[in-house]
Nanobody
Framework: QVQLVESGGGLVQAGESLRLSCAASGSISINVMGWYRQAPGKQRELVALITSGGSTNDADSVKGRFTISRDNAKNTVYLQMNSLKPEDTAVYYC??????????????WGQGTLVTVSS
């Protein structure tokens, strides 16, 4: 069973940056990790994913601002968020599972970390 522990959320002003981290532990048999987010009153949406081989995919709304990366030796995935906007405010969830750059079958969720961007 894989467990995911997130860190790095908080309150920032528009235009600032944050970095989220997610460490995976346990019996690891996954090849895709990523980040989803859920804003109040909205559905959870994929923000970015990365495969064990380093292929990435991200949402159009964050292209050019967010970067996902992965340290396979530490079983940790990061989400560097720059030029944050108020509409980025959400609970961000780390996810792990199987798939490819184009498909993500989530098997484990993190507990979520709140990111609040003030205008």
């Amino acid at each position: 069973q894989v467990q995911l522990v997130e860190s790095g959320g908080g309150l920032v002003q528009a235009g600032e940056s944050l970095r989220l981290s997610c460490a995976a532990s346990g019996s690891i048999s996954i090849n895709v990790m990523g980040w989803y987010r859920q804003a109040p009153g909205k559905q959870r949406e994929l923000v970015a994913l990365i495969t064990s081989g380093g292929s990435t995919n991200d949402a159009d709304s964050v292209k050019g601002r967010f970067t996902i990366s992965r340290d396979n030796a530490k079983n940790t995935v990061y989400l560097q968020m720059n030029s944050l906007k108020p509409e980025d405010t959400a609970v961000y969830y780390c996810a792990a599972g199987h798939g490819s750059r184009w498909y993500f079958q989530v098997e484990v969720w993190g507990q979520g970390t709140l990111v609040t961007v003030s205008s």
